[in-house]
């Protein structure tokens, strides 16, 4: 397998919003579409069904591994299995308890709230999501100084996924409160040529071996998100 460093690829070729529209539409809508993390797959839709079953909230769930390897897929794929709503976020962008406290008071019953790269979460909203997780409860200070006083308000049952490249960061009590743990793992060469055969067909690309959905083509880390970065460039070059 060719081992093609990142920048060789993807240096001076920006990601255009037509692009990032491909990327989207290129992502699968049911579980016989995802191939590989077979593991990963056959664990959470059992979790799914036990949950549905119960009419309960799925357990609060964490995905981690590197990235490019579906656990956005998964998340979208686990609310639609349940269905309910997702939400997401990235962590970067939820800086004061105030956003996230704007998404949990809008969530419905067994809804999904996506956490991506949660373990940039500063540690401040990362305590207030303890009970949260624990009691499905949010308090909220009111006021400050010795006339301080705290609010909890109730929230419905929702199920919290948490993406992460960096386990390890995580802290101990945080990701004990996840009741369900994947790690996702790099894909074999033949679920590649699986997956961008089906992004192939999308796309409307009729010649296989110009996508890269042929044995010998490289797949930089076995990740499908940088297979299909290459395959939505080369449908825009011309065949030989």
Not at 136 to 145: N, R
Not at 197 to 211: S, T
Request: overall charge negative; some cysteine.
């Amino acid at each position: 397998m060719a081992n093609i460093p990142k920048n060789d690829i993807f240096d001076d070729m920006p990601t255009s919003p037509e692009e990032e529209q491909l990327f989207t539409s290129l992502r699968v809508e049911a579980w016989d579409e995802f191939h590989g993390q077979s593991q990963v797959k056959q664990s959470l839709q059992v979790a799914i069904e036990a949950a549905r079953q119960r009419e309960e909230a799925l357990e609060h769930t964490l995905l981690y591994g590197p990235p490019g390897l579906g656990k956005t897929t998964l998340s979208n794929l686990i609310s639609k299995s349940m269905g309910s709503q997702i939400h997401i976020a990235s962590a970067t962008t939820l800086t004061k308890v105030g956003d996230v406290a704007a998404i949990l008071t809008s969530l419905q019953p067994n809804d999904i709230f996506f956490i991506d790269e949660i373990h940039r979460l500063p540690r401040q909203i990362e305590e207030t999501l303890y009970p949260v997780m624990e009691d499905f409860a949010l308090d909220v200070v009111l006021g400050k100084g010795p006339s301080a006083r705290v609010m909890r308000l109730d929230l419905p049952p929702f199920t919290l996924v948490g993406a992460t490249t960096k386990y390890g960061s995580l802290a101990a009590p945080f990701r004990d409160r996840f009741g369900l743990v994947h790690r996702v793992k790099y894909y074999e060469p033949e679920e590649l040529i699986v997956i961008l055969q089906g992004a192939g067909e999308k796309l409307w690309c009729q010649d296989e071996r110009r996508c890269g959905s042929c044995p010998g083509s490289p797949f930089p880390w076995n990740a499908p998100y940088c297979a299909q970065t290459l395959e939505t460039r080369a449908r825009h070059c011309p065949t030989r």
